[in-house]
């Protein structure tokens, strides 16, 4: 990895850390240059990712010392690098679960909407202060954070400013668990635990066939869904499982 980006190997999880504690985490080309090289081919026996960060804060966002004077063409493909990196996260081969503390800003929220669960420890504060700065989100937050909190939500913190706490992003839609301080990463590594242990066909289903049908009109997502389940249903792990539940081997779903 980078001197921005660790990765420690926990058996089949993976644990990558934003490294620039004295930045608030904030990302760099380089940084995010390392996560899509990442996860572009993680390691093999990883099943599954916590994304976590040194310090105090998850991502203060784009790194601003790096914003340099480019021209229009140079701007977009600065952010089409973003959305590619980000893409790699969304549609890639292993589940991500993020741990949210602290500054949750800017271009650190939509890096955090690009992973697959999020778990925020009561420190986590969110914001697009992209719109009081005469800027406007460029990796991927106008797709993904609307289709957490609604357009309305976002419309309201790229035009006052305004700064949503642990509890009210979790209200909102941000994230999936909220935590106490400190419990961020112990939580987040038990769900990518219960996650690297998933059928592989179900891990691609949930992560390539669904976010698709549910972008699909109804009657291609009802055929897509209906393909997938045949596939993930013949296959011999599935074939298993359902065996052991019959035969009394697996435990129900309980409270």
């Known amino acids: 990895m980078t001197s921005t980006l660790h990765l420690e190997l926990h058996d089949d999880v993976a644990v990558l850390r934003l490294s ?3 930045k608030r985490n904030a990302l760099d080309d380089a940084t995010v240059l390392a996560l899509e090289a990442f996860f572009s081919a993680p390691p093999a026996e990883v099943k599954a990712v916590v994304l976590d960060a040194e310090g105090d804060h998850f991502s203060a966002g784009l790194d601003l010392s790096e914003l340099t004077e480019r021209d229009a063409f ?4 600065h952010s089409m690098m973003w959305h590619r990196a980000f893409e790699r996260i969304e549609r890639g081969r292993v589940p991500v679960v993020a741990v949210l503390k602290g500054a ?3 271009g650190g929220l939509e890096l955090a909407s ?3 669960i999020r778990v925020a420890e009561s420190t986590a504060f ?4 992209e719109g009081q700065r005469g800027l406007f989100v460029g990796g991927g937050g106008s797709v993904r954070v609307p ?3 609604g357009a309305h939500r976002m419309t309201d913190l790229m035009l006052t400013g305004r700064v949503l706490d642990a509890d009210e ?12 301080p400190g419990e961020g990463l112990e ?7 219960k996650i690297a242990a998933a059928s592989p066909i179900t891990t691609f289903a949930v992560l390539q066939a669904l976010p698709r049908i549910a972008e699909a009109n109804p009657a291609e997502g009802y055929l897509l869904e209906a393909l997938m389940a045949a596939v993930a249903s013949g296959s011999a792990e599935a074939q298993d499982r359902m065996r052991a539940f019959l035969d009394k081997r697996a435990a129900k779903v309980a409270r």
């Open 187 to 193: 939580h987040a590594l038990g769900l990518a635990r």
């Open 74 to 77: 140079e701007g977009l493909q």
């Open 20 to 22: 620039r504690p004295k």
């Open 147 to 149: 289709r957490l909190i």
């Open 126 to 129: 969110y914001a697009l202060p």
């Open 114 to 116: 690009a992973t697959h």
């Open 104 to 106: 949750v800003i800017g």
């Open 169 to 180: 992003g979790h209200a909102a839609g941000l994230s999936h668990y909220r935590v106490g």
